[in-house]
């Protein structure tokens, strides 16, 4: 089951990106601790929003430089009184080569899309971004390497990143497209500009831990 890895890779207080099923809305959260089989981590607004039950199936993912590993298990407890939580009983591990030179960050980003083709602005939604590339939801067609693509980036910043970019990958759901693409061209102020945005949530992260030592691990049995 990977028993040694789940302890040696999710400890306490890793910042780990987690996943309801049925759902492809990836949370950011925290390890709050590890014990044999399980992970418990909070029991943040997104699960209720959701109407997270005992039962469900839950992925915890965690990525670095060199690999991505899926943690997937079943719900088994959810904690409401502080500090709340969701234990999950880790039933898979799924470790994957991770080949990106660049880190990749989870997201939701609002973006107007304009083949230049078509000369038509279309809206997505960024969920995976990096300074190579992107990933994007949209339920208009784009096609894969034919189309040379306008992109407008609207960050949570209230920054705006301008790029072209093309369709390397393109995956069919029932209400939207999923599509992969890499960047053809970025200026370089823009590309400062998106790395400034990464360090950010690199930010986001730190304060989670910060939070999580100093007012909520202390409470925990």
Same mark, same amino acid.
């Given at each position: ?7 040696? @890779? ?5 910042? @780990? ?13 925290? @390890? *709050?601790?590890?014990? $044999? ?7 943040? &607004? ?9 039962? !469900?199936?839950? &992925?915890?993912?965690? =990525?670095? %430089? $060199? ?7 079943? /719900? ?13 009983? /880790? ?14 960050? $989870? ?7 304009? =083949? ?8 997505? /939604? ?12 949209? %339920? ?7 189309? !040379? ?33 890499? *960047?053809? $061209?970025?200026?370089?102020? /823009? ?31």
């Amino acid at each position: 089951m990977g028993k040694n890895l789940l302890c040696t @890779v999710l400890k306490e207080g890793t910042v @780990v990106n987690t996943k309801l099923s049925p759902g492809n809305i990836w949370h950011q959260n925290i @390890v *709050y601790k590890v014990e $044999d089989n399980s992970v418990s981590v909070g029991l943040i &607004t997104g699960y209720l929003e959701s109407i997270i039950m005992p039962g !469900q199936t839950m &992925t915890i993912k965690l =990525s670095n %430089k $060199d690999v991505e590993f899926l943690f997937t298990g079943t /719900i088994t407890k959810i904690q409401p009184q502080f500090p709340s939580y969701v234990t999950i009983n /880790i039933k898979t591990v799924k470790d994957m080569k991770n080949s990106r030179i660049f880190p990749r960050y $989870d997201v939701y980003i609002a973006a107007n899309i304009e =083949s230049e083709n078509l000369n038509a602005k279309h809206f997505a /939604i960024i969920h995976d971004i990096s300074l190579m590339g992107m990933a994007f939801y949209s %339920k208009d067609e784009f096609s894969i390497n034919d189309d !040379q693509l306008n992109l407008t980036i609207y960050l949570p910043n209230k920054k705006i990143i301008t790029a072209k970019g093309s369709i390397i990958r393109k995956i069919s759901n029932n209400s939207y497209i999923d599509y992969g693409v890499k *960047y053809t $061209d970025m200026k370089e102020e /823009i590309n400062n500009s998106l790395y400034s945005f990464f360090t950010e949530l690199e930010d986001e992260k730190s304060k989670l831990k910060e939070v999580f030592f100093k007012s909520i691990k202390k409470h925990l049995a």
